[in-house]
C-alpha cells in the first residue's frame, strides 16, 4: 500500500497521531477548563475586549493590560486546528502573567472553512504587528514583546518567527523578546490526510507556504522555548523536535520544557500559574529585552 506520509498509509493511522482529544480521558472537561477559568479572567482583570486590529470582523484582539505602565507584552495565538476556538476561550493564559506584570494580548482570527490558511496566517501577522506598533497605548513595551501560542497557535506563532518583519511590515528584523510555542503543527503535509482535511482544505501549495519546518530557516536572534505534554502522540514531539533541530541549525536558540505529566489541553496550564516554569522563562525573556528592567 503507498504511503500518504513518512510511514502512515491510511488516514485512520493519520487521525490516530493528530486527533489530540484521542489521549484525553473527556475533552469536554478540558474545553470547559479554559471557558471557565477564561470567564472568570474577564471577571476579575482589567480588560479591553474585542479591540480591533485589522479590516476584517475577525480581526480583535483582547487586551490584559498590566497594572504598571511600560509592561512587557505577551501576543498568545489561541488553538483550534484553524477551524474552531476563539479568543475568548483563552483569556486564562492571562491569570498568572498579569500578576508577573506582564500585558498579555490574545488574538482573534477568521476560521476555516470560510477563509484560508494563508488569510490566518496574514491575519495573525497583522495582529502582531498592530500590537508591536500600538501597545504603548494600552500600557505595553513595545521593545518588549514576545509571541506564543498552543497547537494551531503554535503553528501560527512559528509563522510569525519565519516573517521578513523589516522587509514587509517596517518593523525591526527581529521584534519578539522571545517565543513560547506549545504543542505546535510545523509540517502539515499529514493534515491533508487527516479528519480536518474537509474544514482546513490544504493543498500541496498550502502545505508549502504554510509550514514552518519547510520554510527556509532564517536568522533569529529571538531566544524560543518549545514545550508539549508527555501524555500527547508521539508525532507532536516528533515534529516539534524536527523544527528545533532546523531552527538551531540555522544558528538560532531554543530551549525545552519537559511537561511528562501534561496532555495536549493542560501543556498551557502553566500561564495560569505566576510561578510555573512557563511563567518563569518568559518572565526572564523579557526582561533581557528593553528599559523596563526586571519583572
Known sequence: MPRLYRDFETQEQIDAQYDPGLPVADRAVAMRHYAERSAHARATLRCALGVPYGPTRAETLDIFPAERPGAPVFVFIHGGYWRALSAGDFGCVALGLQRRGVTVVVPDYALCPGVTLDEIVRQARAACAWVLRHIGEHGGDPARVAVGGSSAGGHLAAMCLQTEWARDYGLPADPFAGAVLASGLYDLAPLRFSYLQPKIQLTEE????????????????????????????????????????????????????????????????????????????????LSATGSGGAI
Do not use: K, Y
Not at 508525532?235 to 541549525?249: H, P, Y
Not at 538560532?252 to 493542560?266: G, K, M, W
Open 206 to 285: 498550502l502545505v508549502r507556504r504554510c509550514s514552518p519546518a519547510l520554510l527556509a530557516m532564517r536568522s533569529c536572534a529571538t531566544p524560543v522555548l518549545m514545550t508539549w505534554g508527555g501524555r500527547e502522540q508521539a508525532e507532536f514531539a516528533r515534529q516539534s523536535l524536527a523544527w528545533r533541530d532546523a531552527w538551531r541549525a540555522a544558528g538560532n536558540r531554543v530551549e525545552l520544557l519537559d511537561q511528562p505529566a501534561a496532555d495536549h489541553f493542560t501543556a498551557i496550564h502553566g500561564f495560569e500559574d505566576p510561578d510555573s516554569a512557563l511563567c518563569d522563562w518568559l518572565a526572564r525573556a
